[in-house]
């Protein structure tokens, strides 16, 4: 099966800008969407197909995906940004399988 | 608006049974793809099935051939039959949509606690 690839922590002052990878083997082939999800919340979808922001999200939030990894860039980072992030493909190669990526904790100092 | 929300979640023992529900106001769950996603404490989220608007169905490995799911159009609600459940069914479970297609999750519901444990 297809697996995603975070790093399980990221940490960044605010005001600086966080990254976020997401590897996958040919990622860049597919689709992927990010989650953003603080304690005791049910995840928020802040980017989806690569780069796309839906409506509410600030233009902080960006995305990239090339060869094998994909990348979510939060800019002038705030307290608020302090949650788990996850990526996210939906892999139909043979039987259709949504897959998470592991969760990247975005501490900011 | 879009809301989901989840009923049903509670202490059940090894080997048992348990109906979750998902309640949807805003879309038509007739017409929408329906998912549920889990999230064992601590832990990272994991897809567990989705029914497609023509009704097809799909699960994840570790759920496959015990949970089913299903929906009552009259009721606008979707539902996953968890039979033989074991330890590590043990999550927070989450009914979610999508009205840019089926391969993302843009509406979440707020979850339901399933524990299971002798």
């Known amino acids: 099966s297809y697996v995603l690839t975070q790093p399980p922590s990221v940490s960044v002052a605010p005001g600086q800008t966080a990254r976020i990878t997401c590897g996958g083997n040919?990622?860049?082939?597919?689709?992927v969407h990010w989650y953003r999800q603080k304690p005791g919340q049910a995840p928020v979808l802040v980017v989806y197909d690569d780069s796309d922001r839906p409506s509410g999200i600030p233009e902080r939030f960006s995305g990239s995906n090339s060869g094998n990894t994909a990348t979510l860039t939060i800019s002038r980072v705030e307290a608020g940004d302090e949650a788990d992030y996850y990526c996210?493909?939906?892999?139909?190669?043979?039987?259709?399988?949504?897959?998470f990526g592991g969760g990247t904790k975005l501490t900011v100092l | 608006e879009v809301q989901l929300v989840e009923s049903g979640g509670g202490l059940i023992q090894p080997g048992g049974s348990l109906r979750l529900s998902c309640a949807v106001s805003?879309?038509?769950?007739?017409?929408?793809?329906m998912s549920w996603v889990r999230q064992a404490p601590g832990k990272g989220l994991e897809w567990v099935s989705i029914i497609y608007s023509g009704g097809s169905t799909y699960y994840g490995d570790s759920v496959r051939g015990r949970f089913t799911l299903a929906r009552d159009i009259s009721k606008n609600t979707f539902y996953i039959q968890m039979n033989s459940l074991r330890a590590e069914d043990t999550a927070v479970y989450y009914c979610?949509?999508?009205?840019?297609?089926?391969?993302?999750?843009?509406?979440w519901g707020q979850g339901t606690l399933v524990t299971v444990s002798s």
């Open positions: 979610a949509t999508s009205v840019r297609g089926a391969a993302l999750f843009d509406f």
């Open positions: 996210q493909v939906w892999d139909s190669r043979t039987y259709p399988l949504w897959v």
């Open positions: 805003g879309i038509s769950v007739s017409r929408n793809y």
């Open positions: 040919n990622i860049g082939s597919k689709s």
